[in-house]
């Protein structure tokens, strides 16, 4: 029966049809969906607090509104991105307390501090901008309710990446203490934003089952690349520069070639020795903690509630 299954399974992989959580599917399939997924949904909840840092000192109440907005909507994706996880039988407490407790990832980009207004403008402009290459391409994964809910995570997000390339091109054309700030900031963050993608395809160790599931549909370095492609006409429009050396155009290949990515410091950040990690578990930790009485309380009246029915 379980080579049956099996062979069914593959089959519905191979006609591009999508896994629906009813269907019997492999327990590697659904380990390496809550896995992608969970770390997905814990990245969406900790990169609230790099942007949440500069919701009190927005420099005007229209700039506030959109952050506000902008770091609501990541809660929301955050929370279609669980529920998806539960549809394959994971449990969403458990996750959350595997973060808390360092035994689960969330992206990277996340541990690097925002010191100034820049580093929010090109948080929206290149994480959101990353994020969207990546998430793009998840709208067709083999999961049904994880490729749905990127398409709406996608379109929320190209908004926030529209807002960051604004923010951002109000600083570059301001003053000249604002040009350096966003100058500054596209200097620290372009080769984290870079490592979003995840190791070179050589050095990754989920790649060939995930894109074999379609679950992945692109390499790591393919879209790394799509988005360097994208991205460096839009430094170039902004009169920024891009802190790459190495950096030209290839006419040939008809792509951009880059400069070597510093993999020490994105495997030690991962580790959890990037300059925030730190911080940002202790904040995840602490709400987990000072919402528990919520948890309770709502938890309590649904039972009561059912039991009065
Ligand atoms: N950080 O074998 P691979 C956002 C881990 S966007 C930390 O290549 P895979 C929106 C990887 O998990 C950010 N860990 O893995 C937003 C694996 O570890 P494991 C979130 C990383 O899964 C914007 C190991 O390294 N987006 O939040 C990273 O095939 C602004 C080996 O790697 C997603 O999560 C990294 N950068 O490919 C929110 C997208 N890269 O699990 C707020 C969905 C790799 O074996 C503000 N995820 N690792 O222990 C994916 O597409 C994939 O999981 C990849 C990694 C491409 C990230």
Redesign the pocket.
Known sequence: ESAEQQAKFDQTIAAEISIEPRDWMPEAYRKTLI??IG??AH??VV??LP?GNWITRAPTLRRKAVLLAKVQD?AG?ALYLYSAAETLGADRNDMVEKLIDGKM??????NYPTLSWADVAA?GWL??G??IV??VA?CRASYGPYARAMVRVCKE?SF?QRQGFEAMMALAGGTKAQKQMAQDSVNRFWWPVL?????CDDD????AQ?MAWNI?RFS?DELRQKFVDNTVPQVEALGLTVPDPDLKWNEETGHYEFGEINWDE?YAV?AGQGPCNHERIAARRKAWEEGRWVREAASAYAARRQQAA
């Open positions: 896995r992608q770390q997905h990245s969406e990169g609230m942007e990541e994706h990832k969330y992206s990277s980009i996340f948080i994480v959101d990353a994020a990546n998430q998840l997000e926030h490592t979003m993608f995840g190791p990754s160790p989920n790649s995930s992945k790591n994105f991962v």
